[in-house]
């Protein structure tokens, strides 16, 4: 939402203008939520995969691991991105000038640019963000993609790192950060060349290392008590910290950043206070939501930032503020919409395809060494027969076979009638096996 918010205080009108003097830096400073979540997505993944491929870097747990991030990030950034392009071909085609989108650098409409879109590798080879990407946003998009693409190699690095000394981790999780505060301190702006990947490499490392520390961390109360303390001291400290850098020198106030890796690590520790709201299943469901609004959003300002300059009424006065406040409204319910239909649907079925079918133990090595793990009071069963029934294969013969002679018959002629069938089924058997 601190996102949004940013991208949408660049719409010409009144309204938006004062509320931006109100706020101040609060929300001119929004594009310091792209680098709190590299921080947070760094802290996740770590915490989902860091101990199962850290040891060592085999191709099934990368291959797998790839393909769980493309399916999560994939399938929505494909639908608004070609449902955007489709709009930036229109404009291009029907429009009377050059300009197709609101960024400074004009992005190129081609099958080469169209590849590098659908694969998400749009930014690898740009150094600067605008123009490189057809939905202004999603350079962020093609950063993390990076990143999880360099994590199963650099999973061998961390994982290594993981008994150093608290303190030693604790600080160069914040230092990672200070490349990219100095750039707030020194030009007022994290905007140079390149300036991307030192911003997705350092906050998502920063946030690596930040799992390290909480892991190792007891989770005793007065770790409780002080991470909650930290969870909500920290922000209100970053909002005074915004707002006063301002009165330093224009975005100084965004040296702020150093605090991102503590305060994800206070809120993992947290058991009161922010971390309690933020668990509220409402807002839980709306950070599942975040991605798709997070994409959603752009397309949808800018289909209203065009209609502003054909629809004078759209530039302000009481319709046009209620025009824009309907606009940043809908975002979410549209976001929400995408999620359910599109983003986890996609997700569940692309994971469906990759997703290795369960082993069943079947060699006699296999049955020895389960049996031998067992504890001695403990009833073990043989492993299923490769004769036997499954979810997925109807019995064999051999199967049938084991059924017809466990049969009880209740009389005679049951009796002779389960004899009969079963020197059918030996009969059978035996000729499919001189075959």
């Known amino acids: ?24 830096p609060l929300i001119t400073s929004g594009a310091l939520g792209v680098d709190l979540f590299f921080v947070l997505s760094g802290f996740v993944i770590a915490h989902t995969y860091l101990a199962s491929m850290g040891p060592a870097l085999h ?13 999560r990030m994939w399938p929505v950034y494909a639908l608004v991105f070609h449902l955007f392009g489709l709009w930036l071909l229109a404009r291009l085609l029907l429009g009377s000038d050059e ?7 004009q992005p190129i409409m081609s099958v080469g640019q169209w590849v590098q879109q659908l694969l998400m590798v749009q930014m690898w080879n740009n150094e600067f963000l605008d123009g490189a990407s057809w939905v202004g946003s999603t350079w962020s998009i093609s950063a993390e993609w990076l990143a999880y693409s360099l994590f199963p190699v650099a999973a061998l690095l961390f994982y290594r790192l993981r008994n150093l000394p ?13 490349p990219i505060a100095s750039s707030y301190a020194t ?21 690596v290392l930040v799992h390290l520390v909480v892991t190792r961390l007891p989770r005793t109360e007065l770790v409780r008590r002080i991470a909650s303390t930290t969870a909500w001291v920290l922000p209100l400290t970053m909002a005074v910290g915004l707002w006063a850098g301002q009165f330093v020198a224009p975005g100084f106030g965004g040296v702020v950043i150093v605090g991102f890796p503590v305060l994800v690590g206070a ?50 006065g009481v319709v046009g503020h209620l025009a824009a406040l309907a606009v940043i409204g809908a975002t979410y319910p549209v976001a929400a919409a995408a999620f359910r239909w599109v983003e986890e649907p996609a997700r569940r079925s692309l994971r469906r395809v990759g997703a290795p079918r369960p082993a ?35 019995p064999t013969l051999a199967a049938a076979l084991v059924s017809v002679q466990r049969r009880r018959p209740t009389h005679r ?5 389960a004899f009969e069938r079963a020197g059918q089924v030996r009969a059978t058997i035996l000729h499919a096996g001189s075959e």
């Open 187 to 207: 030009i007022g702006s994290p905007y140079y060349a390149w300036s991307w990947v030192t911003r997705i490499l350092c906050g998502f490392g920063a946030g």
């Open 166 to 178: 608290l303190v030693v981790l604790a600080v160069a999780a914040v230092a990672l950060m200070l």
């Open 360 to 394: 069943v133990p079947t060699t006699v090595a296999t049955f020895l060494a389960a049996r031998e793990s067992l504890p001695e009071t403990t009833t073990y069963l043989p492993p299923a027969p490769r004769h036997a029934a499954s979810p997925t294969r109807q």
């Open 1 to 24: 939402m601190w996102v949004v918010a940013f991208h949408f205080h660049f719409t010409a009108m009144s309204g938006v203008t004062e509320v931006v003097g109100w706020l101040g």
């Open 99 to 105: 300009n197709i989108a609101f960024q400074g650098v």
């Open 267 to 316: 809120l993992a520790l947290a058991d009161r206070g922010p971390a309690m709201v933020l668990s509220r299943p409402a807002l839980v469901q709306g950070g599942k939501v975040s991605y798709s609004l997070y994409l959603v959003h752009i397309p949808m300002f800018e289909v209203f930032w065009l209609a502003q300059a054909y629809v004078p009424e759209l530039r302000g």
């Open 413 to 417: 002629a049951d009796t002779w009638g």
């Open 59 to 71: 191709v099934g747990p990368t291959v797998r691991f790839v393909w769980a991030r493309f399916c």
